[in-house]
T-cell receptor
């Protein structure tokens, strides 16, 4: 299995809703990442998890809450989002956090906040 | 100054043309570099890594000039299927953790 699987592929949520994005990989990778990509912009790093621990938070608002329950799974919990949070949310993984490998990206969750 | 800069394009070329993309990066401590390809509404996919000695993969050639902090991608014999956005990506080690930083991307349109 050489894939990163993200669910759901599409999500529409209201500003008062609570939802979660899920990311899963079975490649034995020990680093996992959340990126946010707005239309016509490059992906921007949100969080880095290293060996199931949060290592980097790029000053992301608290309405985004990441969680790494185990080495294969990464969640992003969403609460009280704003319409400007609508974007493509990409999960990625790499074998280790401390050596410079490329990432494997999931196909993303396209989020619309209404 | 942006960490990774690219000409956004679009580059409009006919099939069979040769096209070159350039990229500059600001962090001189960066150690590894990549070109990713992203199709419309899809995730980025690794096209190739970039090495100082230059590397080639079929019709694609990547070059790195560390002194000038400059990366290039050359596509020969362009195909319609090459139409996409090409992202220059720099891997920065941030307090011991790697972090991919993306350029804004260069859009390529190959026409018949």
């Amino acid at each position: 299995d050489t894939e990163v699987t993200q669910t759901p592929k599409h999500l529409v949520m209201g500003m008062t809703n609570k939802k979660s994005l899920k990311c899963e990989q079975h490649m034995g990778h020990r680093a996992m990442y959340w990126y946010k990509q707005k239309a016509k912009k490059p992906p921007e790093l949100m969080f880095v998890y290293s060996y199931e621990k949060l290592s980097i938070n790029e000053s992301v608002p608290s309405r985004f809450s990441p969680e790494c329950p185990n080495s294969s799974l990464l969640n992003l919990h969403l609460h009280a989002l704003q319409p400007e949070d609508s974007a493509l949310y990409l999960c990625a993984s790499s074998p280790t956090p401390d050596r410079e490998y490329g990432y494997t990206f999931g196909s993303g969750t396209r989020l619309t906040v209404v | 100054r942006k960490e990774v800069e690219q000409d956004p394009g679009p580059f409009n070329v006919p099939e069979g043309a040769t096209v070159a993309f350039n990229c500059t990066y600001s962090n001189s401590a960066s150690q590894s570099f990549f070109w990713y390809r992203q199709d419309c509404r899809k995730e980025p996919k690794l096209l190739m890594s970039v090495y100082s000695s230059g590397n080639e993969d079929g019709r694609f050639t990547a070059q790195l000039n560390r002194a000038s902090q400059y990366i290039s991608l050359l596509i020969r014999d362009s195909k319609l299927s090459d139409s996409a956005t090409y992202l220059c990506v720099v891997n920065e080690m941030n307090t011991g953790f790697q972090k991919l930083v993306f350029g804004t991307g260069t859009r390529l349109l190959v026409s018949p």
